[in-house]
């Protein structure tokens, strides 16, 4: 069986165990997504849309949606009528 040992910061030594995991904090980094986008001659039809249903969301030149939280991005995919399997929540 294997050991784990990590650095324990309050005592300065390393000890045996797994290291606490740390919480990320409330930064989550806008993410383009181009699965959900569009073509290019259709990104202001895209942006009408979120618009239209109350989102302020941004979408790139290219027709990509920009979304600045996790929440943001699974209303938003499904009020499109996507689903993403990979979702973590």
Request: with cysteine; charged share 25%.
């Amino acid at each position: 069986m294997s050991k784990f040992f990590h650095y324990d910061k309050s005592t300065g030594q390393v000890v045996e165990g797994h290291a606490p995991v740390e919480e990320r904090g409330g930064d989550w980094p806008a993410l383009e997504c181009y699965a959900s986008g569009v073509h290019a001659s259709q990104a202001q039809e895209l942006r009408n849309f979120f618009a239209a249903r109350g989102e302020s969301i941004e979408v790139s030149n290219e027709g990509n949606p920009i979304y600045t939280s996790p929440g943001q991005r699974r209303r938003c995919l499904k009020m499109r009528g996507m689903y993403d399997r990979n979702d973590f929540c």
